[in-house]
């Protein structure tokens, strides 16, 4: 689109006739072929704003400026159009193209002077506002509280747990202590066959058996043989007393009495290899209850040395089974608890695995006592075996002094 510029100027001017010479200015040279560079003027911007607040005085001639919205209007209106081109001879010339009217800048608005300088006293926040500023997230919240809930109640049932383990192992060991060692006013019996035959008389009280036991009873042969197979031991000396605490000592002694053993008999032997002295007997005591809680007593008492069973010299060359350090093994049939003392007979230690010994304590305290004496005594053919807890009881003494 091409936009022409119509001035008043332009009102006096005459095209001229055909063939007539222009009364204008002088010709000029044509322009050069190609399109007019008035046809694509270079757009005009609007000068830059000055610093000054007064606007210029319009120059003579020019045209009077409108209301701020007239101004508006005419800079939003569209560029008029530059001059035609010269005319070429023979044809009239174009208007000339006015000079550009400068436009007034508008007035810059007056300066808003600064703020005096002014103490600024700052106002503290309030606690509400504090808290708020420093409020975490209220997912982060909720993390944290639920991690506190774990771990409170991780925590809580642990001590539950130790706690009950704490009062278990508290009641378990009472419970083991109370087993291991019960009162003397109530005493718990062990389970054991019995050790009445059918028929015959009961072993496991003296109220059932009265009837006391003799040395002829217990010793009945100056030989004694236990089996067919073996040679017979020969008996130095028997004794059978009221007091059991002339075959033993210490605590031992103390024990039996406290526990009414009423009777001890024993003899003296000697092996059928001669290099051994033997002492061998039956205590009788109340019922098989205390029996076997003599029987119990007898190693703790052993070992801790507050106590001994004595052995029974029967003369010449027999002082060793006195003094001497011996083997000792001991079982309860009903209310009778059997034992049985070995020791060499030239006074030497007799060492732990010795097997001569041990096969003098089975015959006499297995073969002799219970099956031959306690057996007769149930007047049975079958008599109850011993406790099987206390058939291998068996232990060393030292020797005395």
Known sequence: MVYRYESDEDAFLEYPKPGSAPNGPSAVPPPPAGPSRSRFPTPSLPPPPRPTAQPELPPAG??????????AAD??????????????????????????????????P????????????????????????????????????????????????????LLLSLTGLAVAALLDERTAEPPAAQPTPQPTESSTPSGGTDLDSRD??????????????????VTDEKPAYRVLKTQASTKCQVAATGEIADLLVRLGCNQVVRGTLRSPDGDHLITAGLFNLTDVATAQRVRDRIRPL???????????????????????????????????????LVTRADGERIPSDDATAREIMYDLVELHLNRGVLDRRAAAGTAGQPDADAADDSAGQRGTD
């Open 302 to 340: 052993l070992d801790a040395r507050q106590g001994r069973f004595r052995g029974m010299a029967a003369g010449d060359g027999t002082e060793a089974v006195e003094k001497a350090a011996a083997r000792v093994a001991w079982q309860v049939r009903g209310h009778y608890v059997a034992y049985c």
């Open 75 to 108: 800079d939003r209106a569209p560029m008029p159009a530059p001059p035609a081109p010269a005319p070429t001879p023979g044809r009239p010339a174009p208007p000339r193209e006015p000079s550009p009217v400068p436009q007034p800048a508008p007035p810059m």
């Open 62 to 71: 020019a045209a009077e400026q409108g209301s701020p919205d007239e101004q």
């Open 208 to 225: 059932t058996d009265q009837a006391s036991l003799t040395a002829k009873e217990v010793f009945p042969v100056k030989d004694l043989v």
């Open 110 to 161: 007056a300066p808003v002077p600064a703020a005096a300088n002014r103490q600024t006293v700052p106002i503290p926040a309030g606690p509400s506002a504090r808290a708020a500023a420093f409020e975490p997230p209220r997912t982060r919240r909720a993390e944290r509280r639920g991690g506190g809930r774990f771990w409170q109640t991780l925590v809580g049932g642990a001590a539950v747990l």
